[in-house]
C-alpha cells in the first residue's frame, strides 16, 4: 500500500511543532524511518495509524485520506500498528490475548478466529509458548506478540514503532528479520533511531530531525552522501578536535579515530569508506553541527 504525505504538520497544544511540512512517497515493501529522540517519529507513525489528526496537511494510503472520517474507516481494516508501549493483559496467554484483541478487531467466528491465530503463532514462532502466560515473557517474546496482533487483519500496511529498543542482539536479529519476511507484498514502515536495523532490512529509508524531513530515498545514496566525510585519524592519543568522533579505538601506543566531518580534522587524516550510520551521522552534523 503506497503512502503519500503532503505538507504534512503537526503542532500540539502547548506549542511543539513535532512535524513541519513533511511531503513523503513510501513504497511497498520495507521502509525505514530514522531519527533521534524527539525527531517526531511516534507523531508521524500515530497520524498514519488514523490515531491522532494532523494539523494540517493531506495524508494517503493506498489512495484514501485518512484525516477524514471516511478514508479512516476505509483504511482501518487494512492497517496493522504495534505502538511503542503495546499494553498487555500479563495473566492471560498469548493465544488468550490474541483471541481478545480478535475479537475487538471484528473477527467474530471462533473457528476463523482459532485458525488465524494458530497461523500468526506459527509465523512468529511463538507455537510452543502460546498457552503460557505473558508475565513469563521475555522483551523479545512480547514484541513477537505485538505482530501477531498487528497481523490479524492480514493487514496491507504494517506500522512498528521503534519495536526493537531493549531487545538483546539475538532477539533484535530475530525480529527484524521477521519483519523482512513479511514485508513483500505489504507495506512494512519501521521507525526506529537504531541505523543498522535499516542497514540490514531496508532499501528505502527516510530520515527525520526536529520535526522536518532531511532525507528520503535509497540506502545506498544516504551512505554515498558521506563520501569524503567520513576520516580516519591516528594520534598519540588525543582526539580529534573538529568532527563527529564516531569511534575510538587504541592503537599501537596511540588512538585511532573513525571522524564524520565535512572537511578533514586533521592534516593526517585518510578518507574511510562510510556505512550508512557515517550517512546518518553527517546528515545530522549538516542539520546540526555539535
Ligand atoms: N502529546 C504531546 N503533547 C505535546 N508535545 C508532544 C506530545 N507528544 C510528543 N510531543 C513532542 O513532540 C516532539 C516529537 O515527539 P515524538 O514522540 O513524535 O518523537 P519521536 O521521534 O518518536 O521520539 P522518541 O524516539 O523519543 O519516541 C517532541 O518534542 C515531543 O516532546
Redesign the pocket.
Known amino acids: 500500500m503506497r503512502i503519500r504525505l503532503s505538507q504534512l504538520t503537526?503542532t500540539?497544544?502547548?506549542g511543539?511543532?513535532?512535524?513541519k511540512g513533511i511531503d513523503l512517497d513510501v513504497p511497498t515493501g520495507m521502509y525505514g524511518l530514522l531519527?533521534?529522540?524527539?525527531?517526531?517519529?511516534?507523531?508521524?507513525?500515530?497520524i498514519l495509524a488514523g490515531l491522532l489528526r494532523p494539523t494540517s496537511g493531506t495524508v494517503l494510503l493506498g489512495g484514501h485520506d485518512v484525516t477524514t472520517k471516511e478514508g479512516r474507516l476505509a483504511v482501518q481494516r487494512t492497517l496493522g500498528y504495534l505502538p511503542?508501549d503495546l499494553g498487555v493483559y500479563p495473566d492471560l496467554t498469548a493465544r488468550q490475548f490474541l483471541d481478545y484483541i480478535a475479537l475487538l478487531k471484528g473477527i467474530d467466528e471462533r473457528s476463523a478466529r482459532r485458525r488465524r491465530i494458530g497461523e500468526l503463532l506459527e509465523v512468529v514462532a511463538l507455537t510452543e509458548h502460546a498457552d503460557r502466560k505473558l508475565k513469563g515473557y521475555s522483551g523479545g517474546m512480547l514484541r513477537r506478540v505485538g505482530i501477531a496482533q498487528a497481523l490479524l487483519n492480514d493487514p496491507r500496511l504494517l506500522i512498528v514503532?521503534?519495536p526493537t529498543t531493549g531487545l538483546d542482539p539475538e532477539e533484535r536479529i530475530r525480529f527484524r528479520t521477521l519483519l523482512s519476511r513479511l514485508a513483500g507484498e505489504r507495506t512494512v514502515l519501521l521507525?526506529t533511531?537504531i541505523v543498522e536495523d535499516v542497514a540490514q532490512t531496508c532499501r528505502y529509508l527516510a530520515v527525520?530531525a526536529k520535526?522536518r524531513l532531511v532525507f528520503q530515498g535509497d540506502v545506498g545514496a544516504l551512505v554515498a552522501a558521506a563520501h569524503r566525510q567520513v576520516w580516519t585519524v591516528t594520534t598519540s592519543g588525543a582526539a580529534p578536535s573538529t568532527g563527529r568522533i564516531v569511534a575510538a579505538l587504541p592503537h599501537g601506543s596511540g588512538m585511532r579515530y573513525r571522524v564524520v566531518a565535512p572537511v578533514p580534522p586533521d592534516p593526517s587524516a585518510r578518507p574511510a569508506e562510510p556505512t550508512l550510520e557515517d550517512g546518518y551521522l553527517a546528515l545530522m552534523e549538516a542539520a546540526a553541527p555539535v
Not at 16 to 19: D, G, K, Q, T
Not at 35 to 46: I, P, Q, V
Open positions: 503537526k500540539y497544544k502547548g511543539v511543532h513535532a512535524l531519527g533521534s529522540n524527539g525527531a517526531g517519529k511516534t507523531t508521524l507513525m500515530r511503542q514503532d521503534e521507525s533511531h527525520l520535526g
